[in-house]
């Protein structure tokens, strides 16, 4: 089972619920069992009410960082104002099947996926997770 770090949650909620009226996006780093950061990142979609695009230069950086050594990019997180915390068909369309973890919050609710599946209809396959105290 997935550990999500409170302390990586608590970010993302509080980034999501300081523009509700956009999708709120950003990077999470950790290992395969544990979510241990979020890095919010500006959201550079042409209509960031109704989807998202993380800003390259900081999704380059973090790759960048890592091949240095540094922490491991696990996933992306974002937001959905409409309150859905399920990948939307747009989310399916984006994603590309590489294992990366998506971390969909709406309002106070999170649902985790993983992006491993066989076509855009079938992407995202559901991660049971829990909150773990921060480390």
């Known amino acids: 089972m997935l550990e999500i ?4 949650l608590h970010r993302i909620i509080a980034a999501a619920h300081a523009d509700g009226a956009r999708e709120v996006c ?3 780093f950790g290992d395969r069992t544990r979510i241990a950061w979020a890095e919010p990142c500006a959201n550079v979609a042409a209509d960031p009410a109704r989807t998202f ?8 950086a ?3 960082a890592e091949r240095a050594g540094g922490a491991k990019l696990i996933g992306y997180w974002h937001s959905h104002p409409s309150g859905d915390v ?7 369309a984006m994603a590309a099947a590489d294992g990366k973890l998506w971390l ?12 491993e599946g066989v ?17």
Request: no cysteine; net charge positive.
């Open 5 to 8: 770090s409170s302390t990586a």
């Open 86 to 92: 399920r990948p939307s068909a747009t989310d399916a």
């Open 53 to 60: 695009e993380i800003d390259p230069a900081a999704h380059f």
């Open 26 to 28: 950003g990077l999470l």
């Open 104 to 115: 969909i919050t709406a309002g106070s609710a999170i649902g985790v996926w993983r992006a």
């Open 119 to 135: 076509d855009a209809h079938h992407r995202f396959v559901a991660v049971p997770y829990r909150i773990a105290a921060a480390t």
């Open 62 to 64: 973090a790759l960048r």
